[in-house]
T-cell receptor
């Protein structure tokens, strides 16, 4: 079945450090891929998405590229801020219109 | 504000109580979902409704009973819960793309923090 695997957390970084959160997926067909972010006490919010191979999603300085050959969608940011502290979820939507989420990676950015 | 509203935000209930969680969206979406988020566990899909029809029941115990009276509202009825059911319950909606795949995304509510005592 379809699934998403993302790196275990928690991740702690200093402000202005480079961030990578790995995500790989298993799917039949050609899913759309997403990164969602959850701030404390909130629901999940869409951060970025990509709908086909080689697409790059970007938002708020975050980027992720849909790599079909490696079935990956790694999240990156060149310089994190304290306000980026949150839990990040990788997700895909299957051809059956069902969303599959990874386990979430908690990020803490310290000043 | 994502356009998906959940009430209540917090709920404390005893194991013998009956309560309901409510989710409302006016985004014109035809798919709605219930997820359970527990500490240190993956997000668990509980139920999916497409065009008011339940299309997924992910082995959820019968003490959780969903109801989707129309495409804008989704309820989760709770009765005789256990302490391990304490979690954040998230509702989401999406618009199924024409043809089965395409540009869509899930919009989430802020969740109901449920504590069973």
């Amino acid at each position: 079945g379809d699934s998403v695997t993302q790196m275990e957390g928690p991740v702690t970084l200093s402000e202005e450090a480079f961030l990578t959160i790995n995500c790989t997926y298993t799917a039949t067909g050609y899913p759309s891929l997403f990164w969602y972010v959850q701030y404390p006490g909130e629901g999940l919010q869409l951060l970025l998405k990509a709908t086909k191979a080689d697409d790059k999603g970007s938002n708020k300085g975050f980027e992720a590229t849909y790599r079909k050959e490696t079935t990956s969608f790694h999240l990156e940011k060149g310089s994190v801020q304290v306000s980026d502290s949150a839990v990040y979820f990788c997700a895909l939507i299957s051809t059956g219109n069902q969303f599959y989420f990874g386990t979430g990676t908690s990020l803490t950015v310290i000043p | 504000e994502t356009g998906v509203t959940q009430t209540p935000r917090h709920l404390v209930m005893g194991m013998t109580n009956k309560k309901s969680l409510k989710c409302e969206q006016h985004l014109g979406h035809n798919a709605m979902y219930w997820y359970k988020q527990s500490a240190k566990k993956p997000l668990e899909l509980m139920f999916v409704y497409n065009f008011k029809e339940q299309t997924e029941n992910n082995s959820v115990p019968s003490r959780f009973s969903p109801e989707c009276p129309n495409s804008s509202h989704l309820f989760l009825h709770l009765h005789t819960l256990q302490p391990e059911d304490s979690a954040l319950y998230l509702c989401a909606s999406s618009q199924p793309p024409a043809g089965g795949r395409g540009d869509t995304e899930a919009f989430f509510g802020q969740g109901t923090r449920l504590t069973v005592v």
